[in-house]
């Protein structure tokens, strides 16, 4: 399996823009997790599936997030509008079960200016 | 709420030594798993080892162990010969048995000294 693949690597857009961060999950995995990674705050779950059902979603910061699953294969992080905090670096990651091991993709660093 | 920490923000170690990186977490649950994280500079977080809470055996990956000490809440990470490739941070983690996320810890940047 190529592992989790999140689109685009690194992403520059400009204050008040959509920003949309993508997810394709490990086959047959049925949790998929959202993290923001900041220097000031560290590794942060943002939101996390089960079976493509949000189930926890406290850990979005702001109504600006949104985060959807159509389907076991991909998901989106969307931010509207996007502001310079949101600047980080956004994880994905899926795992079979919860406690299970989780395997990350590889990251999308989001600068906002 | 659950919480890690990592009270080291940074350790350094001579190469083919042994360096132990400490965590501590706070939990009210009974079942759960806690994780050692590697992120090189490439940002890949990459699975070192995992605990079960249930297992009193210590888990061992090749040159990667840790001391699991449930009542009090440590678990450290402990890295035989140290290799140059072993430079990163480290991050410790927790998940509940209910399926609910890693929490994690701020950290510990490890320095290989050749």
């Known amino acids: 399996d190529a592992g989790v693949i999140q689109s685009p690597r690194h992403e520059v857009t400009e204050m008040g823009q959509e920003v949309t961060l993508r997810c394709k999950p490990i086959?047959?995995?049925?949790?998929l997790f959202w993290y923001r990674q900041t220097m000031m705050r560290g590794l942060e779950l943002l939101i996390y599936f089960n079976n493509n059902v949000p189930i926890d979603d406290s850990g979005m910061p702001e109504d600006r997030f949104s985060a959807k699953m159509p389907n076991a294969s991909f998901s989106t992080l969307k931010i509207q509008p996007s502001e310079p905090r949101d600047s980080a670096v956004y994880f994905c990651a899926s795992s079979l079960g919860g406690g299970f091991v989780a395997f990350f993709g590889q990251g999308t660093r989001l600068t906002v200016v | 709420a659950q919480t890690v920490t990592q009270s080291q923000p940074e350790m350094s170690v001579q190469e083919a030594e042994t360096v132990t990186l400490s965590c501590t977490y706070d939990?009210?649950?009974?079942?759960?798993?806690l994780f050692w994280y590697k992120q090189p500079p490439s940002r890949q977080m990459i699975l070192v080892i995992r605990q079960e809470a249930y297992k009193q055996q210590n888990a061992t990956e090749n040159r990667f162990s840790v001391n699991f000490q449930k009542a009090a809440k440590s678990f450290s990470l402990k890295i035989s010969d140290s290799q140059l490739g072993d430079a990163a941070m480290y991050f410790c983690a927790y998940s509940g048995g209910g399926a609910d996320g890693l929490t994690f810890g701020k950290g510990t940047h490890l320095i290989i000294q050749p």
């Open positions: 086959s047959g995995h049925d949790y």
């Open positions: 939990t009210s649950e009974s079942d759960y798993y």
